[in-house]
């Protein structure tokens, strides 16, 4: 079925689908399951034979090795998959590896700020406690 007709305009072509209808008509058709479809399943297959090395991953272990093994895997799993540039895909992965990389740093490092405005406010408390009678 032909997406759109001849418009009112030269040069324009007029949608035979209502606007609002159009992702179910996209996300509906058979050409766009098959692909859905196929490049669900890629994506399990690499998943499921990374799954170990994620899984097996230990707090002595070295996560630039890993990151480096997982994007070349994606790329290679990818690479002749329809529609799809695996270098785009390999850059999601890397994009939320570094994101997560950078707050996981960020968490790990002690808050020293935090730790002596938590130490004066806990020593407010204690005066005020002493001032009321109730031993510290």
């Given amino acids: 079925m032909p997406c759109s007709r001849k418009g009112d305009r030269a040069g324009y072509s007029q949608l035979r689908v209502a606007a609002p209808e159009i992702k179910a008509t996209i996300f509906g ?3 766009f399951t098959a692909f859905n479809t196929s490049a669900t399943k890629l994506f399990a297959k690499w998943k499921k034979a990374n799954a170990p090395q994620l899984n097996g991953f230990a707090k002595d272990g070295h996560p630039k090795q890993l990151i480096d093994a997982l994007a070349e895997d994606l790329l290679a799993t990818f690479e002749k998959a329809p529609l799809l540039d695996p270098y785009d895909i390999y850059q999601h992965l890397m994009d939320y590896w570094a994101e997560t990389m950078r707050l ?3 968490y ?3 808050l020293p700020a935090l730790n002596d405005e ?12 002493r001032k009321m009678g109730f031993a510290v």
Avoid: G
């Avoid at 938590?118 to 406690?129: E, G, N, P």
């Fill in 108 to 110: 790990a490092m002690p």
């Fill in 104 to 106: 996981a740093e960020r």
């Fill in 29 to 31: 058709h058979q050409e």
């Fill in 118 to 129: 938590v130490a004066t406010l806990a020593a407010r408390v204690d005066v005020h406690l």
